[in-house]
C-alpha cells in the first residue's frame, strides 16, 4: 500500500534543521522549536505504527518510479517501531538538552545538527534501498562526528578521531560490498536484491559479500574486535550527545545486520558460527572492559559494546524465537541506554563528576531522584520484571534449543558482570559517604524548579517506556513475534515493495 506518511518523519526533522540554522542567534527559540519539532514528529510516528499494525506494509516511491528502479521507502512494523523508539529517545534529549547544555554549544549549531542526526537514523529504518541506506549511513555519521567535536576540547577531538577513522573504514568496506553486489545483480532494491541472490551461481562470491557487509555494519555497531571506538569516544561528550549516540548509533547497525541477513543474504552454517565466535568475544570483553572502569561514562561505554553481543549472538541462532528476542532486546537497549546517560548528566551536575571517588552520598542527599535512577539501572540490568529481563530468558532458552552452550555461559557472566558492576556502582556512588575534599559544588540543588524538571522528566519518560516494556511485555512479545515472523518469511514485504507474486527465497 502506497503512502506517504512514510516520509515525513524524516521530512519534519529537515524541516526542523532548517527553521533552527534561521534562528542561530535565537537560543531560547532554538530550544522551542526543537522540543515542539519533536512532539509533533513523535505523534506522526506513533500514527505511522497504528497504521502499518493496522493495515500491513506501507511504501512509497520517491518521484513515483516504480520499484526497483526508484527510491524506494518502506514502513512495516520493525521500520516503523525503530522510527518510534528513534523519536521517543529524541523527544526526552531534547527536552533534556534544553536545559543540560552549555549555551556555547547550543548557540554553535547543536540543535540543528542533532535534527539532521535524527532524520538520518530515521531514513535508514525506512529505506527500501541498499545504496540510500549508504548514503543515510554517512549522514549520521557526518552529523556525529560534528556533535562530537563541538566543543573542542582535547579529548573530544582525540576520540574523534578514532571515531571517525573506523567509522570512515566501514563505510569504505559497505560501499565495497555494495558495488560487488550490484555488479552481481543489477539492483540496488532490497526487495529485489532478495529475489536477484538466491538466483545468483557464484556463492561463494555471494559469501564474500555478505561477510564484508558483517564487518561493515559490524563496525558500527561496536563489535569485537573493532570496538575501541565507542569507549574511546562516547564518555568525551557531554550526556544529552552521549544519550543519543549510546541508545541509537550502533542499533542502526544492528538493524541493518537483521535486514541484510534475513532479506538479502540467507546466513550458511560458516556464517553463523563467525556471529556466534564474535558475539563470544564482545559479550566477555565489553564485560571485562566495564568491570576494570571507575568513570560511570566509561563503564556504561563499555557496557554498550557487551550488550551488543547479545543481539549478535541472537542473530547466530537465527530462529523465529532467537530473532524475536534480539528485537526485544533492541527496543529494551535503546531505551535503557538512552535513560543511563541521561542519568549520568544529572549525577554530573550534583557532583561536578562522574568518577566513583568524587560521586557518593546520592542516597542521602537524593533519595526520590536516586530512587528514580535505581529504576533505570534495575531495567538495564534485567531485574525481572523489567524490560532487560524478558529477551534475555527467550535467548538463553533458544541457546539450549540450538545447544549453543558457550553462547549461553557467554550470556549468563554477561549478565553477571552486568549485575556486578551496577551493585559496585551503586555502592560507591549512591551509599558510599563523599570525602569533604572531594566535594564540588552542586549545580543541580539552586536550579530553578522549571529547569530541573527538565533534567528529570525525560528520565522519568524514558523509564515509564521501559517500565511498560517489561510490566506490558505480552505486547511487546506479540509485535517482536511479528517482526521475527517477517524476518524468517520476507514475502510480504517483497511483494509489498514490487508488487509481484514471483517470490524465491
Not at 543489477?186 to 562470491?205: D, F, T, Y
Not at 558510599?432 to 566535594?439: F, M, P
Amino acid at each position: 500500500m502506497t503512502d506517504h506518511l512514510i516520509i515525513l518523519p524524516i521530512l519534519l526533522h529537515l524541516l526542523a534543521a532548517i527553521i533552527l540554522i534561521f534562528l542561530w542567534k535565537e537560543s531560547l527559540w532554538k530550544r522551542i522549536v526543537s522540543i515542539t519539532a519533536s512532539v509533533v514528529i513523535l505523534v506522526i510516528s506513533v500514527l505511522l505504527f497504528i497504521k502499518v499494525w493496522n493495515t500491513g506494509i506501507l511504501t512509497t516511491q520517491a518521484g513515483s518510479w516504480p520499484a526497483p528502479f526508484g527510491i524506494t521507502f518502506v514502513a512495516d512494523v520493525f521500520s516503523s517501531s525503530m522510527v518510534l523508539l528513534t523519536n521517543i529517545a529524541g523527544l526526552a534529549v531534547a527536552i533534556f538538552s534544553a536545559v543540560g547544555l552549555s549555551e556555547a554549544r547550543i548557540k554553535y549549531g547543536y540543535f540543528p545538527i542533532f535534527h539532521l542526526l535524527l532524520m538520518g537514523l530515521n531514513g535508514a529504518f525506512l529505506t527500501g534501498d541498499i545504496f540510500n541506506l549508504y548514503v543515510w549511513f554517512e549522514i549520521i555519521i557526518i552529523s556525529s562526528f560534528v556533535l562530537l567535536t563541538l566543543g573542542g576540547r582535547k579529548q573530544q577531538i582525540d576520540g574523534s578521531i578514532k571515531y571517525v577513522a573506523l567509522n570512515l573504514l566501514a563505510s569504505v568496506i559497505f560501499l565495497t560490498a555494495i558495488a560487488i553486489l550490484y555488479g552481481l545483480t543489477g539492483s540496488l532494491n532490497i526487495a529485489h536484491l532478495s529475489l536477484k541472490v538466491a538466483a545468483v551461481e557464484n556463492r561463494g562470491l555471494v559469501n564474500v559479500t555478505a561477510m564484508l557487509f558483517f564487518v561493515g555494519f559490524g563496525i558500527k555497531s561496536a563489535i569485537f574486535p573493532l570496538y575501541f571506538w565507542l569507549p574511546a569516544s562516547y564518555h568525551t561528550v557531554p550526556s544529552a550527545i552521549a544519550a543519543i549516540f549510546g541508545g541509537l548509533l550502533t542499533k542502526v547497525g544492528i538493524y541493518a545486520l537483521l535486514r541484510i541477513f534475513t532479506l538479502i543474504f540467507v546466513p550458511d552454517n560458516f556464517v553463523l558460527q563467525v556471529f556466534t565466535y564474535v558475539a563470544i568475544a564482545t559479550l566477555l570483553t565489553g564485560a571485562f572492559g566495564a568491570v576494570i572502569k571507575r568513570d560511570i561514562r566509561k563503564m556504561f561505554s563499555y557496557l554498550i559494546v557487551c550488550h551488543i553481543g547479545y543481539l549478535i549472538g541472537g542473530i547466530s541462532l537465527f530462529t523465529q524465537a532467537a530473532l524475536a528476542g534480539v528485537v526485544f532486546y533492541l527496543f529494551h537497549d535503546i531505551m535503557v541506554k538512552t535513560n543511563v546517560f541521561l542519568v549520568t548528566g544529572i549525577i554530573y551536575k550534583i557532583r561536578g563528576s562522574v568518577k566513583f571517588n568524587q560521586s557518593g552520598s546520592l542516597y542521602a542527599n537524593y533519595p526520590k531522584l536516586s530512587l528514580l535512577m535505581a529504576i533505570v539501572f534495575f531495567s538495564l540490568v534485567g531485574v525481572p520484571p523489567l524490560s532487560g529481563f524478558w529477551p534475555k530468558i527467550f535467548l538463553i532458552q533458544e541457546t539450549f534449543t540450538r545447544s549453543s552452550w558457550v553462547l549461553l555461559v557467554a550470556i549468563i557472566l554477561a549478565s553477571l558482570f552486568t549485575l556486578v558492576i551496577i551493585a559496585r556502582m551503586w555502592a560507591e556512588v549512591f551509599w558510599k559517604d563523599l570525602s569533604e575534599e572531594n566535594t564540588n559544588e552542586d549545580c543541580f540543588r539552586p536550579l530553578p524548579a522549571f529547569k530541573k524538571s527538565l533534567l528529570v522528566v525525560p528520565v522519568i519518560f524514558l523509564a515509564v517506556v521501559s517500565l511498560y516494556i517489561g510490566f506490558a511485555a505480552e505486547h511487546i512479545v506479540n509485535v517482536s513475534n511479528h517482526i521475527s515472523n517477517e524476518m524468517i518469511n520476507p514475502a510480504p514485504y517483497i511483494k509489498a515493495v514490487l508488487g509481484t507474486d514471483q517470490l524465491t527465497h
